[in-house]
């Protein structure tokens, strides 16, 4: 049988709160919501780049893959992208 992924927000891989309560509090920006960001700033710089690349329409579809929380930490995603739909 082939391991696949838990959908994103599911919280079955978690850690204990036992285990969790030893960690210090962080933020978490999910991989996807992170690469995003990067694009963006990439666009900011080089517009006409980013036009013909459609950074737009991959920063789009990275945002659409929010892992919405920290698979073992339970920690929610801080980026915005869910709140503004
Ligand atoms: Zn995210």
Redesign the pocket.
């Known amino acids: 049988m082939t391991w696949t992924p838990p959908p994103p927000g599911d919280r079955r891989e978690q850690l204990p709160d036992d285990i969790l309560g030893l960690l210090p509090p962080g933020a978490y920006?999910?991989d996807?919501?992170q690469t995003a960001r990067s694009l963006h700033a990439v666009a900011l710089g080089q517009p006409e780049r980013a036009a013909a690349l459609d950074l737009d329409g991959h920063r789009e579809r990275l945002h659409a893959r929010?892992?919405?929380r920290q698979p073992w930490t339970g920690l929610e995603?801080r980026?915005r992208?869910r709140r503004e739909e």
């Open positions: 920006l999910c996807p919501c929010c892992q919405i995603c980026c992208c």
